[in-house]
């Protein structure tokens, strides 16, 4: 079983910035064979896809909508995955999920086919 905390959720005000952290433990099946993702789901919305970069790292995928503001990363030493989120905006206020996928699970842009997912950390972005 893998288990995923997240941290780094709070409040900020528009433009600002913030860094999210997950970290896995337990069996992660070689953190390095994992692709790894953050989701974010609003008030009242279906959880939806923001981002996810590949167990080498070199394939990474954003949402249209967070293209050129936010950047995901990893450290398979620590077994860790980060987001890093710039010049926030209101719409971005979300609670963040961060899932890890086995090999070969299928895409990455489908929430269905994310085999573990952490709590959840709020990010709240005032205007």
């Known amino acids: 079983q893998v288990q995923l905390v997240e941290s780094g959720g709070g409040l900020v005000q528009a433009g600002g910035s913030l860094r999210l952290s997950c970290a896995a433990s337990g069996r992660t099946f070689g953190s390095n064979d994992m692709g790894w993702g953050w989701f974010r789901q609003a008030l009242g919305k279906e959880r939806q896809f923001v981002a996810a970069?590949?167990?080498?790292?070199?394939?990474?995928f954003y949402t249209r909508s967070v293209k050129g503001r936010f950047t995901i990363s990893r450290d398979n030493a620590k077994n860790t995955v980060y987001l890093q989120m710039n010049s926030l905006k209101p719409e971005d206020t979300a609670v963040y999920y961060c899932?890890?996928?086995?090999?070969?699970?299928?895409?990455?842009?489908?929430?269905?086919?994310?085999?573990?997912w952490g709590q959840g950390t709020q990010v709240t972005v005032s205007s």
């Open positions: 970069i590949s167990w080498s790292g070199s394939n990474i």
């Open positions: 899932a890890g996928q086995k090999p070969d699970s299928g895409s990455y842009y489908d929430t269905a086919k994310w085999n573990y």
